[in-house]
């Protein structure tokens, strides 16, 4: 029978999106806010992406940068040695695609050449003028996340007369912005960016206007695990913020969200299940 459930074409590998889905994180990083340091070694990077897999995880992003508040920027040469010899190790051993988590076009351009599928920019295309042509060059899929200015400056960014009207019409603007340059509209996600520019305030009024995004018709990401806004008001410790982010993760799925990013995707699969069983029955 023909198959009209709708799906992502990344480079070549599909991605199924009949159903919300689990991104799970490897930070490549000396710094990240809650993990920094934990996957510098490429060996170790990967045995986590294949765990992470093996728990549900049906993307797999790699990041050589944090971008957590006030992180200064790293080299794309330093980048390129952090998530190039890992996504190397990856490319043959997944089966999902990987996404590579970078504001830089030559970053995104060596890893789409390494075997990544999706580019995840989290600077939603304001950073680098290369990278729409470096993902439409290569079929890859594209994530454009809201954020203003950069890590080092984005908290002091971070005002909004609406924020969700706000965050809405940059990433419309953005997504046609990909289209004009080439990148497939079908190979767009769109992201709000919690906590990039976002005091927790704004960071729940995206939550309850999440709809609103959806309603652009671009699979949407959430990014909530272990930010600030989640440990601050769910109160669960300062390393572990898990059942926090649950909570967000389900509302977001409730409000039509296609994709999760977590750093633990086996809580997050379960998450993800019993929310997908009760949206399927939301009455509008
Ligand atoms: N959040 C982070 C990094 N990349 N990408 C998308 N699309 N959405 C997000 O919300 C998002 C993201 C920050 O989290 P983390 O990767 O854990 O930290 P760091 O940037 O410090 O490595």
Redesign the pocket.
Known sequence: MFDTSPQLDCAGRILRLDRARVMG?V?V?P??????GRFLDPDRAVAHALAMEAAGATII?V?G????PG?EMVSAEDELDRVLPVIEKLRDRLKVPISI?TRKAVVASAALDEGAAIV?D?SGLTFDRAMTSAVAQADAAL?V?HMRGVPATMDRLARYADVVAEVRAFLERQAQAAISAGVDRSRIIL?P????AKNARHNLALMGGLSELCALGYPV???????RFVRAIAGDGESDSSFGTAAVNALAIAAGASIV?V?EPGPAVAVVKMAVAIAEHIRA
Do not use: C, P, Q, Y
């Open positions: 994180i930070n990083t710094d990240s806010f809650s993990d920094g992003d990041g940068e944090s971008t957590r992180a988590d995840n989290v994530i996340m992201d960016g919690l906590g990039f990401l959430v990014g909530a695990s272990r930010k990013r750093h």
